[in-house]
């Protein structure tokens, strides 16, 4: 096995420990018996998971936003006849 692959196979793991399917079901069929107790806090291989999405929903750094995206969406085309689109008018 190539190092990389070995690598990606460390990585993947990290993000869905191994038994994490079995962890949810059974949380499943727990919270049919009454446990109000999140599943985090029962099953380790889901906490994982969970901090994995948490970490996964950083905000994109390249995506304009605020004062900058204003001034984009305020900004017009040279000429004052419309907004161009790739060298085109858009109608």
Do not use: C, H, N
């Amino acid at each position: 096995m190539p190092y990389t692959e070995f690598v990606k196979w460390i990585e993947f793991f990290r993000k869905r420990p191994i038994g994490w399917r079995e962890d949810q079901r059974t949380y499943m069929f727990l919270r049919t018996q009454g446990v109000k107790e999140p599943a985090e806090k029962l099953f380790t291989s889901l906490s994982l998971i969970k901090k994995q999405e948490i970490d996964s929903q950083t905000p994109d750094q390249a995506v304009p936003k605020g004062v900058f995206l204003e001034k984009i969406r305020q900004a017009k085309s040279e000429d004052d006849t419309g907004p161009k689109f790739w060298g085109k008018y858009v109608e």
